[in-house]
Nanobody, 113 residues
Framework: QVQLVESGGGLVQPGGSLRLSCTVS???????MAWYRQAPGEQRELVAR???????TYSDSVKGRFTISRDNVKGAVYLQMDSLKPEDTAVYYC????????WGQGTQVTVSS
């Protein structure tokens, strides 16, 4: 059973930055990884994904502001979030793409003045 642990969330003012981290208990070699988010009352959505060759794809809402990266040796995935907006407020999760494992607890990101 793969376990995912997300961290790095918090309260930040609009325009600020956060860096989220995710550690995976199993190997991520050969696996596409992604960050997802779920805002209150909304469905979980895909934010960014990264291939085994480190090609990246972003949702239109975060393109140009977020950067996903990975460290296969450490079994970690990161999300650098810049120019944060109130609409980025959500619980952020990392997971496999496109067939997620069981979800971790996520990390809360709140963007508010």
């Amino acid at each position: 059973q793969v376990q995912l642990v997300e961290s790095g969330g918090g309260l930040v003012q609009p325009g600020g930055s956060l860096r989220l981290s995710c550690t995976v208990s199993g190997t991520i070699f050969g696996i596409y990884m992604a960050w997802y988010r779920q805002a209150p009352g909304e469905q979980r959505e895909l934010v960014a994904r990264i291939t085994t060759g480190r090609s990246t794809t972003y949702s239109d809402s975060v393109k140009g502001r977020f950067t996903i990266s990975r460290d296969n040796v450490k079994g970690a995935v990161y999300l650098q979030m810049d120019s944060l907006k109130p609409e980025d407020t959500a619980v952020y999760y990392c997971n496999n793409y496109p067939r997620p494992w069981s979800w971790g607890q996520g990390t809360q990101v709140t963007v508010s003045s």
